[in-house]
């Protein structure tokens, strides 16, 4: 049983650990927060006692009552506090995106390999079962000729800033806008289903407070172009789609790969995969990660997978920031 400690207390974190039921190899034992009150609210509708809740991340990390850690704070925080817990052999789960810059993801992984601790990006479509389902079916289409990866998603906290506010997601200085929140989905699925492309174009939109609200990328492979589109301004009600010659694959959303759909050139049509539950798709990736710690040998060639879809996504990010004009001061 491994001992899991969360940082960070927001919607995704309750579904998170609704997914982590369905882990058997994990059992949640701590709560960190900055503020004592709040970790203790926090705690309190986990289940868990005050002795659970932390204030000092180095502290609780240096308490040996943790073996692993689910981060999901402000992407800005991500690297620091990651480091924090390798050093001391803490496997770490993190957020997309984990990172902002290669730097940090290079010292992430070189101390990660130094106290023996897995680090995982927390990048959910390729650890979902469907995911499979989505490669036969895009393999079955034949010979690929184009694709529109679609994922707007109308923030609720676009008003507040809208009326004067500045909402972490839409706060510059914590490496937050469309690109890092929703954008990066995109991104990671193009690269897992096609691969590093060999050129890539973006573009973005900004607001009040200098992020970026939408924007857009395209990646260029010897068979076409794979198209993305992201908001966090607007709610989009296409769904995504994939096209070859022998058919085409539709699916909503982008994040967790649902409705796929395999479509005939005669305009027949086959569900493939309907719906499930945010955490669900959130237990799969925990699976994997508690996978990744517990049979190290059998899965290291997946973990190493993973860790290289780290690397190019990481890489393509800071590629599409350069010509978006999407720029952080920890670069």
């Not at 897995?118 to 499979?132: D, K, S, T």
């Not at 993305?228 to 607007?234: A, H, I, L, R």
Request: aromatic share 8%; net charge negative.
């Amino acid at each position: 049983m491994l001992r899991l400690a969360t940082v960070g207390s927001g919607k995704i974190v309750g579904w998170f650990l609704d997914g982590l039921k369905n882990v058997p190899e994990f059992r949640h034992t701590a709560v960190y927060s900055r503020t004592r009150e709040r970790g203790i609210q926090f705690a309190a509708q986990c289940g868990l006692p005050e002795s659970a809740v932390w204030t000092d991340l180095e502290q609780m990390a240096d308490s040996g009552e943790i073996d692993a850690v689910y981060l999901a704070t402000p992407n800005r925080f991500h690297a620091q506090q990651a480091e924090v817990f390798l050093k001391r052999g803490i496997h770490v789960l993190c957020e997309k995106p984990a990172v902002v810059t290669s730097r940090q993801l290079e010292r992430l992984l070189a101390a990660a390999e130094e106290s023996g601790a897995v680090f995982m990006e927390a990048i959910m479509a390729p650890h979902q079962p469907r995911f499979a389902v989505l490669q036969k079916a895009v393999a079955d289409i034949g010979n690929l000729s184009g694709a529109v990866l679609n994922f707007s998603q109308l923030s609720s906290r676009y008003p507040a800033l809208l009326s004067g506010e500045l909402p972490n997601i839409f706060n510059r200085e914590l490496c937050a806008g469309a690109l890092m929140d929703i954008g990066v989905y995109d991104v990671y699925l193009a690269l897992a289903l096609f691969g590093v492309p060999e050129r890539v174009e973006a573009s973005a939109h900004f607001l009040p407070g200098g992020a970026d609200g939408s924007g857009g990328a395209m990646f260029v492979y010897p068979w076409g172009n794979c198209q993305m589109n992201w908001s966090k301004t607007g709610q989009s009600r296409a769904a995504s789609e994939i096209v070859g010659d022998r058919g085409t694959v539709t699916f909503s959303p982008v994040s967790r790969i649902l409705n796929i759909r395999l479509w005939k050139n005669n305009g027949e049509s086959e569900l493939l995969f309907d719906e499930e539950p945010h955490s669900a798709s959130l237990g799969h990736e925990a699976a994997d990660f508690a996978r990744y710690i517990l049979a190290r040998e059998e899965s290291a060639g997946e973990y190493a997978r993973m860790v290289q879809l780290s690397r190019d996504g990481t890489r393509l990010m800071e590629q599409i920031r350069e010509k978006c004009g999407i720029r952080f001061d920890v670069e």
